[in-house]
């Protein structure tokens, strides 16, 4: 495995995520920022955060296998959220936790969750892009 996930002494430990991620392998994964579309590009949960998180996880999942890679090799998660607030957290974490079960990931890259404003088109509330590094 080319990522070793880890929580540094002297870092808070986030339970969602892991702080840091350390890359060994040879071949860099870049994969564009995937939003709440099915393979026919219609969007999934018009409206729910939990839903729309989800199929953004799958998607990238989706994206990793096509690449020979898989969330293991994944070693950095960027979140974009329309209309960040707070108290958006759960909705966003349960989506969040339903995809990682079902793709069998046990923890967590380090992440990063940014608010914007609006994404591609109004429907989505969510974009989530990763990099993933393959021995």
């Not at 808070?12 to 995937?34: M, N, T, W």
């Not at 690449?67 to 707070?86: C, L, Y």
């Not at 339903?98 to 509330?125: C, F, N, Q, S």
Request: proline share 5%; charged share 20%; net charge negative.
């Amino acid at each position: 495995m080319a990522i070793t996930l880890m929580n540094p002494a002297g870092l808070p430990e986030v339970d969602v995520y892991r702080q840091v991620s350390i890359a060994s392998g040879s071949k860099l994964v870049f994969i564009a920022g995937q939003v709440a579309w099915d393979a026919d590009g219609t969007t999934v949960g018009e409206g729910d955060l939990g839903a729309q998180a989800e199929r953004c996880y799958l998607n990238i999942g989706t994206a990793l296998t096509e690449a020979g890679a898989s969330f293991d090799d994944v070693a950095k998660v960027t979140v974009h959220v329309v209309d960040w607030t707070p108290d958006k957290m759960p909705l966003l974490l349960e989506g969040i936790a339903r995809a990682m079960t079902k793709l069998g990931v046990t923890a967590a890259p380090p992440a990063t969750l940014i608010g914007v404003a609006a994404l591609d088109v109004p429907e989505h509330l969510i974009e989530v892009e990763a990099t993933a590094v393959v021995d």
